[in-house]
């Protein structure tokens, strides 16, 4: 039992070793590359409801009808509705 606890032991000083060097935080610490690609493609997915990474529309404009989200790069809109209107009742 004590040599496993001891191996534990070597094993976890040689983990906190790794998580505390600086190769560790320049790819996931707080201003790490693969933690900013992940920050950056949840907002934009957050915010247009589409994947993507990179958003050129300005994030204070209320404009929605040139909006990503909104309008179809094809022309249109990414929404839908009912192809004939609604009978008057």
Known sequence: MV???LL???VAGILLA????NLFKRY???DGSVGQTIKARTEFAYRH????SEDTFPKGSRD???H???ADPNGGSRFF???DKYPAQ
């Open 18 to 21: 790794f998580y505390k060097s």
């Open 49 to 52: 409801g589409y994947m993507g």
């Open 28 to 30: 996931f610490g707080r």
């Open 81 to 83: 509705g009912p192809r």
């Open 8 to 10: 534990l032991s070597v």
């Open 68 to 70: 990503p989200t909104y």
């Open 3 to 5: 040599e496993y606890m």
């Open 64 to 66: 929605g009808a040139s």
